[in-house]
């Protein structure tokens, strides 16, 4: 059955930060609060359509939730519970590191968050310290500590090609995360939003984000070394929508981000598979439903081994699993 995921937008709202890339009024797509009959009625159009209740959450994304004013996050949560264990298994909500201690964990217990998402952007302090942060790597290691002890299924949220990072950055960023044992992760490549700080330092030509292609490149591993840890990569990109389109200046914005990264890791794969076979035509089984992403994006892999003299013909079978490919 369908898992459903109502998605509850607390732009800016509580966040002690102006975080030099942030523009929240840009991502959300809105401003200003969350009334009940919002929450209410996003939670009861959902609940009307049929879907697995373990599997299905409240999300409230967009802001620092636990560093919303007490009262107020408390009325959000209150609004919510009714609908947990009912309609929906849980709440998730995202959060700065910052903002995690063992009062907050106990409240939030209360109210049925059974997932928490940490901003933590980067695990290197030079790089926090330049995009105006406010916290440190310390913070998210002790928040991920306390998360994880208290029960709650963790997600860590990282950008690629911040201010100040590089890939080597990134990278270690990503070993850090592997090491703190979070349940998902998401990774957003740095887009340049309008009315940011960021704006001003592409515009002065201090900050040049990532070209699409570094960033493939870059992201395919990451998703790959989170894969072989067994933590999930739950998003790669910005989500399309939610007016970025209007506030976009430049960087990494691409609606099948994923899809290209996919199609790189299967095409690294192929590569090293084929590299002493003689033979032209060349069959490539993987699992039943990873058949486009081998060929990659719009049948970039099959063209890119095509002109080095090589015809790939993909093929699915169902006892393999994700990235696993066999040549035959
Ligand atoms: S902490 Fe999050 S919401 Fe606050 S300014 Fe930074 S990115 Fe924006």
Not at 174 to 200: G, H, S
Not at 209 to 219: A, E, G, H, Q, T
Not at 226 to 252: C, D, M, Q, T, Y
């Amino acid at each position: 059955m369908k898992h459903i995921n109502v998605s509850l937008f607390v732009p800016h709202l509580g966040c002690p930060n102006s975080c030099i890339f942030c523009n929240q009024k840009t991502i959300s797509g809105k401003c200003g609060t969350l009334t009940a009959e919002e929450i209410i009625s996003a939670a009861e159009t959902a609940a009307k359509t049929p879907h697995d209740i373990n599997n299905s959450e409240i999300a409230f994304f967009g802001g620092s939730f636990t560093a919303i004013e007490r009262e107020k996050m408390i009325f959000f949560l209150q609004t919510a519970k009714p609908y947990i264990g009912t309609y929906f298994g849980g709440i998730r909500i995202s959060t700065r590191p910052d903002c995690i201690n063992e009062e907050i964990l106990g409240i939030l217990k209360s109210y049925g968050v059974t997932a928490i998402e940490l901003g933590a952007q980067s695990m290197c302090a030079d790089v926090l310290i330049k995009n105006e942060r406010g916290h440190t790597p310390g913070d998210t290691e002790n928040a991920a500590r306390l998360i994880k002890e208290y029960g709650f299924s963790l997600g860590l949220q990282m950008m690629t090609g911040l201010y100040g990072s590089d890939e080597e950055k990134d990278r270690y960023t990503a070993e850090e995360f592997i090491r703190l044992k979070p349940d998902t992760v998401r990774i957003y490549p740095t887009v340049v939003l309008e009315n940011t700080k960021l704006e001003q330092l592409y515009k002065e030509n201090i900050y040049q984000p990532p070209r699409l292609f570094d960033s493939v490149k870059l992201c395919a591993e990451l998703l790959m070394r989170f894969h072989e840890n067994g933590i999930k990569v739950i998003r790669l990109g910005l989500h399309s929508g939610g007016n970025v389109e209007e506030g976009f200046v430049a960087g990494v914005y691409h609606p099948a981000f994923r899809e290209l990264c996919e199609g790189e890791i299967y095409k690294k794969i192929i590569e090293e598979k084929i590299a002493f076979c003689e033979d032209t035509d060349i069959r490539v089984l993987v699992a039943s439903g990873e058949i486009s992403k081998a060929n990659g994006h719009k049948g970039v892999n099959r063209e890119y081994f095509r002109k080095k003299g090589k015809n790939i013909k993909v093929l699915g079978d169902s006892t393999l699993g994700q990235y696993n490919v066999i040549i035959i």
